[in-house]
């Protein structure tokens, strides 16, 4: 059990992870800031001093308390609308940001479309980890992924084992889900990969992929691994259109927690992670989607696999999108 978890951004993930964190025991407190609802000036006054008083991250916080007794746990909430709640944090779990939300005609924007909105977003929560909690490790989920990542890595300059990125996990998942589900066997025993960047590009490695350690080409024939395969690619926007409110909220929240257990209880576990690569896979300086070895000192090690020609032509593609977008951020950090 770690002292302090930090959540930044109490919204529809920080909810589920805050509930979460207080059901497995995985800390004695948890801090959690969101600065919602924000004060608006062009409000009338009478209404922005209702605002001021109003807060989603105290509200979640009060309303988790009010419950620890019925499930029997100990576990003190702070919730702030500034920064203060994360102070003193060993572990921060970072969903600030705007997801993607459908538009009224049923169309959504891509991930990257989040990123100007989300990079200032990321600058004051890189200055709340610094200010209050310089030394936690940190797992961020924020969208672009793999991009506010590495914005975060430049703004605190911190060691390479500290800072990771929720994504491989969460398309790992989905990519499993929808192979037991056409295979008709159970989620359990379904094992695979989901490599590179956290966009449209992302590589399903199917050379991973195995039911109870048997090839999965011995259960699905190739057009429905295929389909499987890009219907993986798509599968958060899938949930983006359907739900019309937002993004997916619970998987992505036990995805971060699969690493934050990896963690916290050192268990050296194998997960895809977003992590800086410097040469591994022959890349260098930027955060993409590997394999890595997960323990009490964060990311422990990366795993290089050898994947397919097709694969590594595929993970190359993904490499070059996260890329494009992390030299969107160098520009933007430096005309802001
Ligand atoms: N500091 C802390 N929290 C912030 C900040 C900030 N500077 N700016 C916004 N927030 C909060 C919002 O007030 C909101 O409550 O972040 C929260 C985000 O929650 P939701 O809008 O419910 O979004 P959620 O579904 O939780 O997704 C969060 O994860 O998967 C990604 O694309 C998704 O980037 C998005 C993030």
Do not use: A, F
């Given at each position: 059990m770690l002292n302090k978890i930090a959540l930044i951004g109490g919204g529809y993930i920080g909810g589920v992870l805050a509930q979460e964190i207080v059901q497995r025991g995985l800390a004695r407190e948890i801090g959690l800031v969101d600065p919602a609802p924000l004060v608006n000036s062009a409000d009338p006054v009478d209404r922005q001093q209702v605002a001021r008083k109003q807060s989603v991250a105290k509200g979640k916080c009060l309303d988790i308390a009010e419950g620890l007794p019925t499930i029997g746990r100990d576990v003190r909430l702070v919730g702030s609308k500034d920064y203060s709640a994360i102070e003193g944090a060993d572990l921060v779990i970072n969903t600030a940001g705007v997801p993607r939300r459908a538009r009224p005609d049923g169309t959504f924007p891509s991930r990257e479309e989040l990123l100007s909105v989300n990079l200032k977003v990321t600058s004051e929560v890189a200055e709340g980890i610094m200010r209050n909690c310089p030394d936690a490790t940190i797992i961020s989920i924020a969208n672009p992924l793999d991009a506010i990542v590495y914005t975060l890595y430049k703004r605190?300059?911190?060691?390479?084992?500290k800072l990771m990125g929720m994504a491989g996990q969460l398309d790992s998942g989905r990519y499993r889900y929808f192979i037991a589900d056409a295979a008709k066997i159970s989620v359990e025993n379904v094992s695979a990969l989901v490599l590179g960047g956290h966009g449209d590009t992302m590589v399903p490695v199917r050379s991973s992929c195995q039911i109870a350690g048997i090839p999965v080409s011995k259960f699905l024939d190739d057009a429905t691994l295929r389909a499987i395969e890009d219907r993986t690619r798509k599968a958060g926007g899938e949930i983006v259109g359907l739900l019309g409110f937002g993004s997916a909220f619970v998987s992505p929240a036990w995805a971060a927690l699969e690493m934050a257990e990896a963690l916290i209880h050192d268990k050296r576990k194998i997960v895809p992670v977003c992590a800086k690569l410097d040469g591994e896979y022959g890349v260098n300086g930027l955060f993409v989607g590997v394999p890595a070895i997960l323990g009490k000192n964060g990311v422990e090690e990366i795993v290089q696999l050898d994947l397919t020609d097709a694969e590594k032509e595929a993970f190359a593609n993904s490499v070059d999108d996260v890329r494009k977008t992390c030299d969107e951020v160098d520009r933007m950090m430096k005309n802001p």
């Open positions: 605190l300059n911190c060691p390479r084992n």
